[in-house]
């Protein structure tokens, strides 16, 4: 049974990506999940993972089933591999948007039916496949260097892994002690070293950003980290994407964030707003990517 919980599990990254730009295009024609089901099971508020997989699943012909955390006996205790034995005799597929990746392994590892990781804390492969779909689509390839500055967070790691599988250089700008995932960082320089890429992980956001191609950034205070709000917005202040430091990337370079955004923190309203953003391709772009996923598990 094929599973998407890491962007590791994505056997061939580039025919995704196509199938995503065809869908896109609207060239392929037909509805591949007629008279399927996808549960859609969320222990974090979402509005692209929603709203992306909902309609992309309804445009597929499959149906949407919406379940919050307060919604199934898991809200009660119930076991996770309960819940996956259950579900799985009634759906096609299964997405969560979970708290913890082990919960999502564990349900995985019990499911019948394909699971698909809309974001736990570990990573976040569906906004990885269409932040590549928007890279490719802005840049033409993937020669160019990708720089994340900021929190080395789920959507760092999911990116570390998907630039190194494509060959694209990236490099990470963090403070001391919010670098992404260890193992993480070490699976993305093993595969970088077979594709040809390089991967970095610095603590100087403007020696990273100098002559960069795509700049990223995502919040400092993702949900669940709430009570170090105080301490994140102090030690992240430096990492601010502001229109001084896109000047250091590349005349051509393009902004991106995965939002939501908190302008006056992680960026400015100049930036996100401006003529080198693409983050609302970025946005749009989950649609057709979660089309094509979809399609490669359920299909």
């Known amino acids: 049974m094929r599973h998407l919980l890491s962007v590791c599990d994505m056997d061939d990254v580039v025919a995704l990506l196509d199938l995503a730009d065809d869908y896109k295009a609207g060239e392929i024609p037909g509805k591949v999940l007629e008279g399927k089901t996808l549960a859609m099971i969320f222990e974090k508020s979402s509005t ?5 997989f909902e309609v992309g699943a309804s445009q597929l012909g499959a149906q949407p089933l919406y379940l919050s955390a307060s919604d199934l006996q898991l809200g009660r205790g119930e076991p996770i591999a309960d819940t996956a034995r259950t579900l799985s005799r ?6 969560i948007r979970a708290i913890r990746h082990s919960d999502v392994v564990e349900l995985a590892s019990e499911s019948s039916v394909p699971v698909i990781n809309g974001l736990t804390d570990l990573e976040h492969p569906c906004q ?4 590549m779909q928007t890279v490719r689509e802005k840049l033409g390839d993937f020669s160019g260097r990708l720089v994340f500055v900021g929190d080395g967070n789920n959507v760092c790691n999911s990116l570390l892994l998907i630039t190194a599988m494509l060959g694209m250089d990236m490099d990470v700008a963090c403070p001391p002690g919010y670098e992404p995932d260890t193992e993480i960082t070490g699976m993305a320089e093993k595969i970088a070293r077979k594709s040809g890429s390089e991967i970095r992980v610095l603590h ?45 990337a590349s005349p051509d370079a393009i902004f991106m964030h995965c939002l939501p955004a908190v302008r006056g923190q992680e960026t400015t309203s100049e930036v996100i707003d401006g003529p080198q953003s693409v983050v609302w391709d970025q ?17």
């Open 48 to 52: 692209r993972t929603r709203v992306s």
């Open 90 to 95: 009634y759906v096609d597929g299964i997405m």
């Open 128 to 131: 990885a496949l269409a932040d």
């Open 204 to 248: 100087d956001p403007r020696e990273a950003v100098d002559g960069a191609d795509v700049v990223y950034t995502d919040v400092w205070v993702s949900m669940g980290y709430e009570e170090e709000t105080e301490e994140r917005l102090k030690v992240f202040r430096p990492y601010q994407v502001n229109s001084e430091l896109m000047k250091l």
């Open 283 to 299: 946005a749009e772009n989950r649609l057709h990517a979660q089309k094509a996923i979809m399609h490669w598990l359920m299909g």
